[in-house]
């Protein structure tokens, strides 16, 4: 009896080592990230501090032979006439895309789920993410093909579909369509991929909280309401905490590829006009004032909102 005993102790602790041996090969495998993360996340962030030099590049690459000239940077950004106009554009473009953007992927998670088809539901998953893969270039070249007043311009050829005396009109050289069209890129190319965190978040719940629901009489909008919803909260409440993070910061990608010169002054944010000052005009340590400037203000935005959501529905990142 004894022998049998300490043979099956010994098997044990034989697997909690083999156990513990694949956990660390398992980190292993976290390492190639963690170094990427740190050269092109972290590293750079050391960089912040020309942001209170006079940056001369021709007196040393790192700064240090370049005077120091503390706040003024700051202050010269603070006090351009140009401060006000981007801060509100940048947040009314947030806002908006914000506002359309972050239900659109949860609705569609839903909608999704209700399938009963699985062939079907994979096939549409599928297709509705692979625009995400699609770079803003292309993206941008699409927009400007479908919206231009040439004869491949989709959209005028239907308007003139139902009226051939329809004027052929220049969506892409009016400031005033750039956020419409800001907002329709978005939601058709992030959507899909942003239904995988809710259809993922979905399959934690637990299948007997809906047979229980139905059995009580419960309909299917009544589950969806008081089964799915709050158990699709703690995945809302860390995306949501993310969007408010960037309410001070659009993609540039996809704004600057869908600028032109027609309409870049009406529509330049803080990303592009940090672009713009920094490596098209050389005032590296203005657009480095203005970029620490923007990622302070999404660390308070990020910190205040996680600390709500904790407050709320104790969910958070930290």
């Known amino acids: 009896m004894a022998t049998t ?8 602790v034989k697997r909690g080592g083999l156990e513990k041996q694949n956990i660390m090969i398992l980190y292993v495998f976290l390492v190639p990230a963690l170094v990427l993360t740190f050269i092109f996340a972290y590293l750079p962030m050391f960089s912040n501090y020309i942001a209170f030099l006079d940056y001369d590049f021709n007196k040393g690459w790192f700064g240090f032979g ?12 603070l006090t351009d006439e140009k401060f006000y106009k981007l801060i509100g554009r940048t947040l009314l473009y947030s806002v908006t895309m914000m506002v359309a953007t972050f239900p659109a992927p949860l609705i569609f998670a839903l909608l999704l789920n209700e399938l009963r088809g699985d062939r079907f539901k994979k096939i549409v998953q599928t297709t509705s993410y692979i625009p995400h893969f699609v770079s803003w270039v292309t993206v941008a070249g699409l927009f400007y093909m479908f919206l231009t007043v040439d004869p491949t311009g989709i959209i005028n050829n239907i308007r003139q579909m139902f009226d051939p005396a329809a004027e052929r009109i220049s969506y892409m050289q009016d400031a005033k369509n750039f956020l419409p069209v800001l907002v329709i890129s978005e939601v058709w190319k992030e959507t899909g991929w942003g239904t995988i965190l809710y259809l993922a978040a979905l399959t934690s719940i637990d299948p ?17 309401i008081y089964v799915t919803l709050p158990g699709l909260v703690p995945t809302m409440c860390i995306l949501l905490i993310f969007s408010l993070s960037g309410l001070l910061a659009t993609n540039f990608d996809q704004v600057f590829n869908l600028q032109n010169k027609m309409i870049r002054m009406e529509t330049d944010t803080i990303g592009v006009y940090t672009y713009y000052q920094g490596l098209v005009s050389g005032q590296y340590s203005y657009s480095a004032a203005v970029g620490l400037f923007q990622g302070i203000v999404a660390f308070i935005l990020i910190m205040l909102t996680n600390y709500t959501t904790k407050r709320l529905s104790n969910v958070g990142i930290i």
């Open 5 to 12: 005993t300490s043979k099956q102790n010994a098997r044990r």
């Open 66 to 77: 370049s005077e120091f000239v503390g706040f003024d940077n700051f202050e010269k950004f």
């Open 208 to 224: 007997q909280q809906y047979e229980a629901a139905q059995v009580d009489g419960a309909s299917r909008w009544q589950r969806l």
